[in-house]
Structure formats: structure tokens, C-alpha cells
């Protein structure tokens, strides 16, 4: 792109006073897990004080499980998953994490850099020693409650990863060959799995969006009654983005992102939401929820947000900050044929345009 080109501006107002997500406390959703062995071997005499500091931020994403907040060392928990999973799967993702909450009190900058590696390259997720020590820790736990081992290795799998760093890292379990213990059927915790997140109006927060040509070859006249009835969510996580809930459609907002960055940036997330939730309106979006972020209806959103993100005079650069929940949650061949699909180049610039 020239960089003669003139820069366009968005004539839309961004209401930046907006309210700061809170965390929710640990035992307010997980309660009883001070009494379970394979957490207190974690903690030791500390256990109670831990859980009890503890908090909770949610994310509300279909592909969203559980993790640290790396920035604060809270637990971060998908809600379609704390709402749908087995109670059995949750439990044992809560002893998990909570050997990583255990790795970061302790060995704080060993944990971060070790984070950060399979953060940038999610091919090394099961080689990783945190996620090898959390795991085969887990794994102990899992056939104490009598899972087999076929259970347990599917318990253990997500997505598809490298078949040499997954053999070894089934190696690194140790799975027992012999028959599994009794299966245990009734957990000495109570999972809450219900939230209420703090929902807006749409129009609150973003102003003048209703006069936009881009916006209006959406929805014609239905344009005001679609912004109206748009609900947002504001919340805390590490990528600068706005999506529509794959639940009920309201936005999903990051709360530091949509204070700081500037206007072009803030419309040009909005709009791709926008585009998002007309696709999947018509029809076009994916069969299965889970595969949304492949679907052509992804892909057609979003090459609607490069073409406008264009029209304003937007580098490759700039674009690509819009693309970084994606290039998390996709696995890097399917986001390189993505990036080639539409029009950008495979290197990615994190920096917010």
C-alpha cells in the first residue's frame, strides 16, 4: 500500500467510560476442592489461604476451557464450558490449573517463559515441562477416580497435535496398563456453573455507527433495530478484540483494548462483529459451533473487514492486529491458508494500528 495514500476518518463517537470487568472469587464457583487430596498435595498447609485469594475471570468463548492469567495469576474459565462440560472433566481442569497457579507463586519467571513459548507456538504445548508437570499430575488423579487409560488419553488430547511430541508426552504420563479402580461417581466439590455476565446496550458505547454506508449495505433499513438490539460485554483478557458470542450473539469486548486503542482500530473490530453476526444470521455460518472460526462465514466477515480496513488506508500491519484471537485459536495451517485466502501476508505485527 502507498503510504501516500490519505488516511481516511470513521465519523463515529466511541464512548470510552466504560465499566471495568470484575473477577469473580474461586469458591463462589468451586468449592470443596480445599478438602481434595490431589489439590492439597499441591498447596500443602496453604491450600485454604490459596483458594481462598483465588479469582476468576470468564471468558465467554465455545473454545475457551481453562487457564492462567498470566498478567495476574488468577484462573481464567471458559463459561460455555464451566456451563456444559462433565462434571468429571471440570474437576480434573481445576487440579490441573491449580498446579499451575502452584507454578507461578513459586517459579514465577520460569512459568512466564515457559508460557510464552507454546503462546507463540502452540505445537509446543505437550512438550512443554509446565504442562508436562500439571499434567502428569492430573493423570494421577484421573485413574484414582478409575478412568481407564483409553479415557484418560482422550481426556488428554486437544486438537491435533505433532504425532512425535505427542508420543513422547504420552511417555511422560506414565498411564497405567492395569485395570482401571472403581470408577468414582460423586466428587467431594460443588461446581457452580452458572454466571451472569453485565450486559449494555451496543448503542451506549458506540455512537453514529447507524449513518456508516458500510454498516447501512449490511442491514438497510433493519440497520438502527440490529444496532439497538446488540448487547456488550466488557471483559478482561490478553487479546485486543471485539466477537460476537457463539451463544446469543452479544459482543464480547476487551475492556483495556476499547479504552486505549484508537477510533479506526475500535470501528474496524466492531464492524468485522457486525459482519460476523449478519453471516451466521443468513445462515452461512458453521454447522457445529465449535468450528465457527473456520467456516466460510468467518472468512467471508472477515474479508469484509480487510476490504474496508482498506478502503480507510489500514497497512497489512494494521490489519493483522484484528486477526489475533483468530491466529490463537486456529491451528497455524489452517490460519496460514486463511491469511493466503484473504490477501495478507504470513508474518504477524502484535502492535495495535
Partial sequence: MSSKTPRQ???????????????????????????VEAVRKVFGDRTEEVLKGLKIGFVPNRQMYMGIRD???????????????????????VVHELVHI???????????????????????Y????????AYEHTVREAERIGMSRDEIT?????????????????????LSAKQPNKRVTRFPVKIK??????????????????????????FGDST?????????QFVDIPWGTIYPNEDDGHFVITHGY????????????????????????????????DDLWESPATLGAYSAMVKEARRLAQSDEQILTHLQLLSFLMPKPAYARFLKALGLPQKQDTTVG
Fill in 126 to 133: 505437550y512438550a512443554s515441562p509446565i504442562e508436562i508437570q
Fill in 71 to 93: 498478567n495476574d495469576g488468577n484462573l481464567a474459565v471458559g463459561t460455555h464450558h464451566l456451563k456444559n462440560s462433565p462434571t468429571q472433566m471440570l474437576y480434573l481442569d
Fill in 258 to 289: 476499547f479504552v486505549k486503542s484508537p477510533t479506526t482500530s475500535v470501528y474496524l473490530d466492531a464492524f468485522l462483529a457486525l459482519n460476523l453476526v449478519k453471516s451466521f444470521s443468513s445462515g452461512n455460518g458453521a454447522k457445529d459451533p
Fill in 224 to 232: 438502527e433495530a440490529v444496532l439497538a438490539g446488540i448487547k456488550v
Fill in 9 to 35: 476518518r470513521v465519523p463515529i463517537k466511541i464512548n470510552r467510560k466504560v465499566p471495568k470487568p470484575a473477577l469473580a472469587p474461586f469458591t463462589d464457583h468451586f468449592q470443596g476442592f480445599e478438602r
Fill in 154 to 174: 482422550s481426556y488428554l488430547r486437544i486438537g491435533d497435535p505433532p504425532a512425535n511430541t505427542w508420543r513422547k508426552f504420552l511417555k511422560e504420563m506414565k
Fill in 193 to 218: 456453573r452458572e454466571t451472569t455476565p453485565k450486559l449494555y446496550a451496543f448503542t451506549e458505547f458506540f455512537q453514529g455507527f447507524e449513518r456508516l454506508p458500510a454498516v447501512r449495505d449490511l
Fill in 102 to 124: 502452584n507454578q507461578r507463586m513459586t517459579r514465577r519467571k520460569w512459568f512466564h517463559d515457559e508460557f510464552m513459548k507454546f503462546i507463540e507456538d502452540r505445537g509446543l
